[in-house]
């Protein structure tokens, strides 16, 4: 285990302390795994989720064409 000693401002204390209290948790330190534990699942590693394989699926299940140049697709769409 990490220990660590952080200077943050009173509204940071007070989100630090709702999720606490909405958590049931003990300890801040419990509270902040639970903060950074939902920004690791939203923000860093989207391509793990698996709502967005779920999309990655039907994306690939799409019909599509295949072009050899950029004057195939043209002579296609006009």
Same mark, same amino acid.
């Given at each position: ?26 300890? @801040? ?31 690939? @299940?799409?019909?599509? @064409? @295949? ?12």
């Amino acid at each position: 285990m990490v220990q660590n000693i952080f200077d943050i401002g009173e509204r940071e204390n007070r989100v630090i302390n709702i999720v606490k209290a909405q958590h049931g948790l003990k300890t @801040k330190s419990e509270a902040l795994a639970v903060i950074t534990g939902a920004y690791e699942d939203t923000f860093l590693e989207p391509q793990l989720r698996s709502d967005y394989l779920e999309k990655l699926k039907k994306i690939r @299940k799409g019909n599509y @064409k @295949k072009f050899g140049s950029v004057g195939e697709l043209r002579k296609a769409t006009s």
